[in-house]
C-alpha cells in the first residue's frame, strides 16, 4: 500500500533493522513516528521502556530529549528576534554582562592557562550557531574542557547545584577555546541563548516555553520536569558500557525532580508525538493547526547553513563529540542542515534540519520531501551504534513518488 508516498511495506525493512537491536538487548526499546503530507503515516513502538521491570514502549512514554532541546530554545529565541529584542550581531554581553569580560584560549595547560582578550566580542549569531568558543565538560579535545569539568560545567555525571544566572557566572569566567566565529564546537551555547530568553523577556525559560511554544503548539507532555503522577510513564536510562552491554544508569524518577539550573540545551523531558508536533511546525513553515509561532522566513533563515561560507562543520573543526554524522553537514540557527548527502553518505535532501539527543533520540525535518521523522529511545552515548543512519536509510527507501 501507497500511504502520502510511502510504500508502507517498505518500511518493514526499517522495522526490522530497529526491532533487532532490541530484540538483542543492546537498546531498551524504539519509538519511531513518521509524518508526511499531513498525515502520521508510521508510529512503531516496540520493546520496553524499563527492561527490568518488563515495561512496554507506549505511545505516552516520556523520555529525556537532551540535546533536541537546543532546537526548542532556539525558536523561543528567535521569537524574541522577530518582536525586534536583539539583532543577531548584537554582543551577548548586552544581556548577560558576566561575559564582557571573557577572554580566549592563547595556550598553556588546564592548571596554567594562558589567555588573551578577544579581538571581536561573542555575538548571539555564534551562541546560536555553536561557533561562539564554548564548549561541554563531558569532551576531553581540549585544555579548557577540563576546565568545564572542574568548574562543574556541562558534565552529565555532575549534576548542576547552581541556576541559569549561576551557570551564566561560571561559564563567562572561563576562556573561549577559539575566538568566536573562527571555528564550531558543540557546546554550552544553547544555554546561553535560554538564559538570554530569559533577561529579555523577563521570564524564567519554562515558563516563557510553555507559554510561547508548549501550549499553542499542543505539547501538553513536554516540560523541564515531568510530574510526579506521570512517574511511571517516566523511562529509565541506560548507558552502553563496553564489555558489559546495557547497564541501568538512572531510575524513571528522576525525570520528576525538578532541575534547579534550566538548561536550554539539555533538560527537557517530553514525548514523541509532542516532538513530533514541534516537527509539523517548522515543517508547516512556523505555523500547527492555525497557530503561529514563527514567520515561514524565519523557519527558512534558520534551516540554512550559517556557517561563514557555506562551511560544513567537519571543514569549521568540529571535534569528535557530535549528535549525528557531520560529513557533509553545516549548521543553521538551533539546527545541522544537510548540505551534501553524498558527502554525508546517507539518504536525504539538501536543506534537511534535525538534532539528535545524548540518550540516542533524533528527529529531522525535510521541506524538500515534506516530511518529518522523530526517533525515540534512552541510551547513553547517542554515538553507540549507526541507528541514525539505519533510520534515514529505512525512512528514503520507503518513498516511491
Sequence with gaps: MIDAGIETERLAHLDRVLH???????????????WRHDRLVHHDCHGFVDVEAR???????????????????SVALMMLYEQGHFLLENPVSRWIPEFAHTEVWAGGTADAPETRPLDEPLTIHHVLTHTSGLTY?????????????????G??????????????????????????????NYSMSTDVCGALVER????KLDAFCAQHIFEPLGMTDTGFVAPEADVERCSPLYVFAPGKGMNRLASPRSMTRPPVML???????????????FCRMLLGGGQLDGVRVLSPRTVAFMMTNHLPGGATMNEMGQATFAETAMAGTGFGLGFSVLESPAENGALGSPGL?????????????????????????????????????HLQAGVYQALVD
Excluded at 515495561?55 to 530554545?73: F, G
Design 200 to 203: 529579555m523577556s523577563g521570564m
Design 155 to 184: 558534565d552529565f555525571y555532575a549534576k548542576a547545584d547552581y541556576d541559569l544566572d549561576g551557570c551564566m557566572e561560571r561559564l563567562a569566567a572561563q576562556p573561549l577555546q577559539f575566538a568566536p566565529g573562527t571555528s564550531w
Design 137 to 153: 565538560g563531558f569532551q576531553y579535545n581540549h585544555p579548557v574542557d577540563e576546565l568545564y569539568r572542574r568548574a562543574r560545567l
Design 20 to 34: 533487532t537491536y532490541v530484540d538483542k538487548a543492546l537498546i531498551p526499546g524504539v519509538q519511531t513516528l513518521i
Design 263 to 277: 538548561s536550554g540545551g539539555g533538560g527537557l523531558v517530553g514525548t514523541g508525538s509532542d516532538y513530533l508536533r
Design 353 to 389: 534540519a534535525g538534532w539528535g539527543g545524548a540518550a540516542s533520540t533524533i528527529f529531522w525535518v525535510d521541506p524538500h520531501e515534506d516530511l518529518a521523522v522523530v526517533f525515540m529511545t534512552q541510551l547513553l552515548p547517542s554515538n553507540t551504534y549507526p541507528l541514525r543512519r
Design 55 to 73: 515495561t512496554e514502549v507506549a505511545e505516552n512514554t516520556l523520555y529525556r530529549l537532551y540535546s533536541m532541546t537546543k532546537p526548542i530554545t
